[in-house]
């Protein structure tokens, strides 16, 4: 419905009166960490952390890992968010579940085919499985993503290490312990 001149009464005009410059918004920036922690709603659970995720998934159709981007909500049992990888930008759709970290989504590409993910959080990201039945055709393959703040790299490769000092010192060699015997 369109808006027309006389449809607002005179006392609150100045309250829809046009912006004639971006200027006179105030506009805060808000990072991605201000958004979690201002939002009531977002999920506590360590695992689903909300805000920049990243990831790949496998396909033996094209072999390698295929990265993608995403930017991911998790309220209440609902997964939420978009991204994009190299086929091109898309909705999440989903949920998620506390109790045995299972989560199932659909990814959604803008006018293109939706490919369902099913997977489990076990506090390194979402890993899983993907079908796509596209022209009666069903493909699949793997999955894993995590919140950026795990970094740029898959997080399953990390490996445990310990600090090894500079030098170490040589064991004690034991002391020859000597008998005396008199015989008589």
């Known amino acids: 419905m369109a808006v ?3 449809d607002f009464p005179e006392d609150n005009r100045d309250e829809f009166r046009p912006i004639d410059d971006l200027d006179e918004l105030d506009f805060e920036e808000k990072t991605d960490e201000d958004h979690i922690k201002k939002s009531p709603l ?3 659970d360590p695992r689903f952390v909300s805000g920049p995720w990243v990831g790949f998934f496998l396909d033996d159709r094209m072999p390698g890992k295929h990265w993608m981007e995403l930017h991911l909500d998790f309220v209440n049992g609902v ?3 978009e991204g994009k990888d190299f086929v091109g930008e898309f909705l999440v ?9 299972k989560c199932q ?6 006018n293109k ?3 369902d993910y099913s997977g489990f959080n076990e506090g390194k990201g979402i890993w899983g499985t993907w079908i796509l039945t596209w022209a009666g055709i069903t493909n699949r393959g793997g999955f894993h993503i ?3 703040q795990f970094g740029s790299s898959d997080p399953s490769s990390l490996k445990e290490s310990k600090k090894i000092p500079n030098q170490v010192e040589a064991p004690q060699t ?11």
């Not at 759709?93 to 970290?101: K, S």
């Not at 989504?105 to 803008?110: G, H, L, R, T, V």
């Open 93 to 101: 759709n989903g949920t998620y579940n506390l109790e045995d970290g």
């Open 105 to 110: 989504f659909i990814k959604q590409y803008f």
């Open 113 to 115: 085919h939706a490919i």
């Open 4 to 6: 027309k001149d006389g």
């Open 79 to 81: 997964l939420s968010g």
């Open 174 to 184: 034991p002391k020859k312990v000597t008998k005396t015997v008199y015989v008589s």
């Open 146 to 148: 995590w919140p950026k």
């Open 42 to 44: 977002q999920e506590t």
